[in-house]
Each structure stands twice: as C-alpha cells, then as structure tokens.
C-alpha cells in the first residue's frame, strides 16, 4: 500500500529558480527519507529526517518535517541541468521497510 | 569504495519463461533488499534479507518469485514463469545496520526486465 504521496507529480522550472516538492504520508512513522533518480546515476540516497527533527540541510537541498500533519517539503536551491530528475519521498512502517510515493518529475529547463 | 552492482542491466524474454538478476551489496551491508519498479511508480519492496536470513517476504508472490542469499552476502532473485505484468525495474539496494533501521539504503543500477 501506498504510504508517501508527492505534490506535484510534475513540475518544470527555470535553470536557477528554486524547486519545491512536498510528500504527505497516512501513518505515524519513525523516518522519512528523500531519494533521487535519474538514467544516469539510478536511485540516490538524499537526506534522511527523523520524526524528532524539524529541519535538515544538505548542500542547497533543505527537507522540513511536520509531523503534525504528516508531511514534508524538499527544497531544491539555485536548480541545475544536473537537478533534472524524479524525486521520491520514502516513510518507514512499524517494520522499518520503506514504502514509496510514485514521485515527482522535476524539470530544469536551461 | 564499490556500490551495489547488479546483472544483467537489461533482459528480453518470452512469457513462460524463467530469468535470474544477481545483485552484490556493498561490502559488510548486513541487510539487502529486492524492489520491483514498475515505470512510473515508486519502487516496491518484495523481499528483505538480514545477513541470510529472510525478514519480510510478504509482498513476494511466491508462486513465481523466490530469492535466496547463500553465505549472507549476493543474492539471487528467481522469476519462473515470467508473466506479461513482470515487465519493470528490479532493483536491488543494501544498508548498514540491523535490519536497516533508520538507514540510507544504496541502489544498484536495476535490471530492466521486458516480458513479450
């Protein structure tokens, strides 16, 4: 079953602009993680917030955390060509496995 | 250090027929996972292992389906018979830790499986 849902499921910006993506999720969960996958290098580990944190930076992405409302927002900086990509969010059950929303197609256009 | 490598990247087979996809985790990665992603969807987990032994397996359709991890480090995932509806990505990932808790997991390329 489907735990993390992302919004939008398409999103297309200018080469600079700043990028946000949000992920909302059904359940109480322990942590949520964001990935990134694209043809080139397949899918990638981004940051991992636990439900105690807030907020966690990482180079010019920013996740933020709202457990209250059982979501969280990607913040992409300053975007790039490289950017380019689907962007997954990734919440763990009582078991701790990872259930996956169907992702958010970003586009950088230069 | 060397990331998750799986083979074959790419296979073509007629439905009925049988495949296998290996995957090598990353060295002293206790917890390995096998995902099947269907194109535009996330990845769905369909087996857990924790060194050689199976953790969840519940999403695993085990009358076609069967993986194993001998000696607790690659892993081998079984399709036989392939049906149309197992056209995807299978993608295998590790992490650290027990059973992965609160971990990043590390993904291999995938395996692009096409079924005619």
């Known amino acids: 079953s489907q735990q993390g849902e992302e919004d939008p499921q398409a999103l297309s910006i200018q080469e600079g602009e700043n990028a946000t993506m949000n992920c909302s999720y059904k359940?109480?969960?322990?942590?949520l993680q964001w990935y990134r996958q694209n043809s080139g290098r397949g899918l990638v580990h981004l940051i991992l917030i636990r439900s105690n944190e807030r907020e966690k930076h990482s180079g010019r992405l920013r996740v933020t955390l709202d457990t209250s409302k059982k979501s969280s927002s990607l913040l992409i900086t300053a975007s790039r060509a490289a950017d380019t990509a689907s962007y997954f969010c990734?919440?763990?059950?009582?078991?701790?496995?990872?259930?996956w929303g169907a992702g958010t197609k970003l586009i950088i256009k230069p | 250090e060397a990331g998750v490598a799986q083979s074959p990247r790419y296979k073509i087979i007629e439905k009925r027929q049988s495949v296998a996809f290996w995957c090598n985790p990353i060295s002293g990665h206790a917890t390995l996972y096998w995902y099947q992603q269907i194109l535009g969807q996330g990845p769905k987990l369909l087996i857990q292992?924790?060194?050689?032994?199976?953790?969840?397996d519940s999403q695993l359709p085990k009358d076609r389906f069967s993986a194993e991890r001998l000696k607790g480090v690659d892993s081998t995932l079984k399709i036989q018979p392939a049906k149309l509806e197992d056209s995807a990505v299978y993608l295998c990932a590790s992490s650290s830790g027990t059973s992965g808790r609160g971990r990043a997991q590390y993904f291999g390329p995938g395996t692009r499986l096409t079924v005619l």
């Open positions: 359940t109480s969960i322990n942590n």
């Open positions: 292992f924790q060194n050689n032994g199976v953790v969840d």
């Open positions: 990734a919440t763990d059950n009582s078991n701790y496995q990872l259930i």
